[in-house]
């Protein structure tokens, strides 16, 4: 049984930036962070194994970095250059084992968090 608590959203302009946080228990190997829009399906963001592989949508690549501290168990996510685009409810997931090339589909995690909503204005 994996737990996961996200935190760190918020509101900020185009082109700040915000850094999020999630708590987890156990030491799943796969996790990651994914977003859902309105009326828009959730999408995977980025992601990391135990192994230190990581993986990231075109769409956030150099301007997103997911890391994770195994002392704190806390997954980051950081977040730069933010655009309007950027704006939905982020969602950190969690598994024992998913494929290097499957990392970014929710369809392969079991455990999710329950969500922070990321707001960036023009």
């Known amino acids: 049984q994996v737990q996961l608590v996200e935190s760190g959203g918020g509101s900020v302009q185009a082109g700040g930036s915000l850094r999020l946080s999630c708590a987890y228990t156990n030491v799943p190997f796969s996790m990651g962070w994914f977003r859902q829009a309105p009326g828009k399906e959730r999408e995977g963001v980025a992601a990391?194994?135990?192994?230190?592989?990581?993986t990231y949508a075109d769409s956030v690549k150099g301007r997103f970095t997911i890391s994770k501290d195994i002392v704190k168990n806390t997954l980051y996510l950081q977040m730069n250059s933010l655009k309007p685009e950027d704006t939905a409810m982020y969602y950190c997931?969690?598994?024992?084992?998913?494929?290097?090339?499957?990392?970014?589909?929710?369809?392969?995690?079991?455990?999710w968090g329950q969500g922070t909503q990321v707001t960036v204005s023009s």
């Open positions: 990391i194994r135990t192994d230190g592989s990581t």
């Open positions: 997931a969690a598994d024992w084992w998913v494929e290097y090339g499957r990392l970014l589909s929710s369809y392969e995690y079991k455990y």
